[in-house]
Structure formats: C-alpha cells, structure tokens
C-alpha cells in the first residue's frame, strides 16, 4: 500500500501533470471569453444584418413543423468565431514565435550527403558510397 501511495504522489508531483491542469484551467477560461465574443458581439451585429433581435429567433413551418434555421445559423457563426479566435489569438502568435526562437539559433551541421553518382543519402563521413561503391569526395 505504501508503494501504491508514494507511487501516486510521484505521479501528482510531475511537472508535466501541473502544465496539463494549467493548460485545461487557462483553455477554460479562454472558451468563456471567446464564448462571450461571439453570443454578445459577432452574433447582435449578424442578427442586426438579418433585421431580427437574435438569429436563435428565425424559424420557419412547413405542415406545423417548425425549422429553427436561425439557431444552426447561429451555432455556424460561432464555431467560425471560435475557429478564427483560435487561429489569430493562439496558431498565429506562436508560429511568430516559433519562428522567431528558430531564427536565433545556428542551423545543426548535416550528418549525411547525397552520392552524386546514385543520388543515395550516405554519411557525410563516407569516402565510398554504400550503394554503388563509387568514391565521394
């Protein structure tokens, strides 16, 4: 039982673990606020646009069936929102920083070659080609 237990707390004590419920806390959080970007400002200007208060209020009957067209209309503005939050406010920013980070760094010296004979990838270190036994300089 000790080992059960000491076991679980090196396994809560794992860095790795603590950026997992950070992450998930943050991305929560992050959820809400696009959330109330889409329902309180993208969604009031589409509805203004269409000339109702909401686009949840568009509907049509065909034989007392009622089709609330306006509410897949509004979950399809949302999802496009969340979609183009996402990419501008996280994908965007962290390719610029990606990109940024790799910059400042030498590029690593390449480990292999290719065979000017066969056109076989070899190591850089070879003086004979593996494939085709022909002298590499």
Same mark, same amino acid.
């Given at each position: 039982?000790k080992? %059960?237990?000491?076991?679980?707390?090196a396994?809560?004590?794992? !860095?790795? #673990?603590?950026?997992l419920?950070?992450?998930?806390?943050? !991305?929560?959080? +992050?959820? *809400? $606020?696009?959330?109330?970007?889409?329902?309180?400002?993208? &969604?009031? %200007?589409?509805?203004?646009?269409v000339?109702? &208060?909401?686009? =949840?209020? #568009?509907?049509?009957? %065909?034989?007392? /069936?009622?089709?609330?067209?306006?509410?897949?209309?509004?979950?399809?503005v949302? +999802?496009?929102?969340?979609?183009?939050? $996402?990419?501008?406010? $996280?994908?965007?920013?962290?390719?610029?920083?990606?990109? =940024?980070?790799?910059? !400042?760094?030498?590029e690593?010296? /390449?480990?292999?070659?290719? @065979?000017?004979? @066969? %056109?076989?990838?070899?190591?850089?270190?070879? =003086?004979r @080609? /593996?494939? @085709?036994? *022909?002298?590499?300089?």
């Open positions: 039982m080992q %059960i237990v000491s076991g679980f707390k396994f809560i004590m794992r !860095g790795n #673990l603590i950026d419920a950070v992450a998930i806390v943050i !991305g929560l959080a +992050f959820v *809400q $606020v696009v959330n109330s970007l889409v329902g309180n400002l993208v &969604t009031p %200007i589409i509805a203004m646009i000339g109702e &208060t909401s686009l =949840r209020t #568009l509907d049509f009957e %065909i034989n007392d /069936a009622i089709f609330f067209y306006g509410a897949f209309l509004d979950d399809v949302q +999802f496009i929102a969340i979609v183009a939050a $996402v990419y501008f406010f $996280v994908v965007v920013p962290y390719n610029a920083i990606s990109a =940024r980070m790799k910059s !400042g760094q030498p690593p010296d /390449a480990t292999t070659k290719v @065979c000017p004979e @066969c %056109i076989s990838t070899i190591p850089i270190e070879a =003086r @080609c /593996a494939f @085709c036994a *022909q002298p590499v300089t």
